[in-house]
């Protein structure tokens, strides 16, 4: 059994736990969704972990958690890529998932630049004594 000092501070408040033990559930997560022939969400990813509200904000934020992260947001983007290419039905409601920013940001044809655009006229050879 653990000793209270294992995840206690010495306020008494909850330790938060490693970068490593929470890539340890979040694991776990997407081996349930495996099981059950569910796509890992985000949401669904912090609920299973019991992150909701201002502890859901403060995990998300916190830099030695930011690979754990960036590491089921990749996955999510793999098995929606996966998806796509075998299993046809499904590829559309794949795209539309793809394109949210929490799974991929994808675009499914190139977005114009927003930079102005600039016409410079080059006038050699036009005015008071340019032609001799």
């Not at 995990?59 to 996966?82: M, Q, S």
């Amino acid at each position: 059994m653990p000793k209270s000092s294992d995840w206690r501070n010495k306020s008494g408040r909850p330790k938060k736990e490693t970068a490593e033990a929470l890539e340890g559930r979040v694991l776990s997560y997407f081996d349930s969704c495996k099981e059950n022939g569910r796509f890992p969400t985000e949401s669904g990813m912090l609920l299973f972990l019991g992150l909701s509200g201002g502890k859901a904000e403060e995990y998300l934020k916190d830099p030695k958690y930011a690979d754990v992260w960036d590491r089921a947001k990749l996955r999510r983007t793999d098995w929606l890529e996966n998806q796509m290419v075998t299993e046809p039905k499904c590829a559309n409601g794949c795209m539309n998932a793809l394109k949210q920013e929490k799974n991929g940001g994808y675009a499914d044809r190139t977005m114009p630049e927003n930079k102005p655009r600039r016409l410079t006229i080059v006038m050699d050879g036009v005015g008071k004594n340019a032609a001799k």
